[in-house]
């Protein structure tokens, strides 16, 4: 096979692959080129792009440069499939994790909408299934997240979306308060053995807390007299408890505006 041979600027046209990214297969040690003596210039011949070729067909199939790398070394098929299953496992665990924030996406997207339909305004609505894996006593207890993370799966969960407030109360007022750490779930899971929150009918409403729009103030003893005041013009008998989750947080000069989402189960 004649050895023909190209410069950089015949390369990049015949691979379509940026300047830097050649550099960089170069620095990895995927290429060697040799260099003109008179003027320093790359000389690039037949194996050196037939090699660039192998390294995008591998690359496009999740391997390293490094991974590459040692391919070009020598590999025995076995090996390869191996290698190719690994990559392959990889990947699918990659893609369900995408699909996971994806759903988390479209959450938060729809709850855009709810927002401006929802906010400051009373609805009856149920409560989604949500299984209690935990608690700790505040918000504000974070050296008692680490009971949080226990419950969680670092990649894909948030800690702001597992955790609840429960609030319980009477006719004279607030009592106490809780925080639980919860999983959204479609349905209760007879089979197994756990704690489930599930009210079929509670007022629904969202509010803003945070310190753009109520500074340091507490909102939560109006935001309930409010409520309980709408239901009981409806005439609906709350039960005692109320859950509140943070749905939503953004920021207007510098100062943030969450929008809670809160659930008072009713008779």
């Known amino acids: 096979m004649e050895r023909n041979t190209y410069k950089t600027s015949q390369l990049l046209e015949i691979l379509g692959v940026s ?13 060697k080129p040799d260099q003109d003596e008179w003027n320093n210039y790359r000389k690039y011949d037949n194996f050196d792009i037939y090699t660039l070729l192998v390294a995008d067909f591998y690359k496009k199939r999740n391997l390293s440069i490094k991974e590459v790398r040692k391919l070009q070394e020598g590999r025995a098929m076995e ?23 994806l759903q988390k996406i479209k959450e938060t997207k729809a709850f855009c909408k709810d927002l ?5 305004q009373y609805t009856i609505k149920e409560l989604p299934v949500y299984e209690v894996m935990g608690e700790f006593s505040d918000f504000y207890s ?47 899971d007879n089979e197994k053995s756990g704690s489930y929150l599930s009210y079929s009918k ?45 749905r939503l947080i953004t920021y207007l000069d510098k100062k943030e505006r969450a929008f809670l989402e809160i659930y008072i189960p009713v008779e």
């Open 116 to 120: 401006k339909e929802h906010l400051n």
């Open 142 to 188: 974070f050296l008692e997240y680490p009971a949080i993370l226990e419950n969680m799966d670092m990649v894909k969960d948030d800690i702001l979306s597992k955790i609840m407030k429960k609030f319980t109360f009477d006719e004279n007022g607030l009592i106490n308060s809780k925080m639980y750490i919860v999983e959204k779930h479609e349905t209760i």
């Open 19 to 31: 300047r830097d990214a050649l550099r960089y297969y170069e620095e990895q040690g995927i290429v």
């Open 202 to 246: 509670c007022i629904y409403t969202i509010v803003e807390d945070g310190r753009y729009r109520n500074g340091n103030n507490d909102i939560k003893e109006t935001v309930f007299a409010s409520t309980l005041e709408w239901g009981k013009t409806q005439g609906h008998k709350p039960k005692g408890v109320a859950f509140v989750n943070t």
């Open 79 to 101: 090996e390869l499939e191996t290698l190719l299953e690994n990559k392959a496992e990889q990947l699918e665990e990659t893609i369900r994790n995408k699909q996971y924030m």
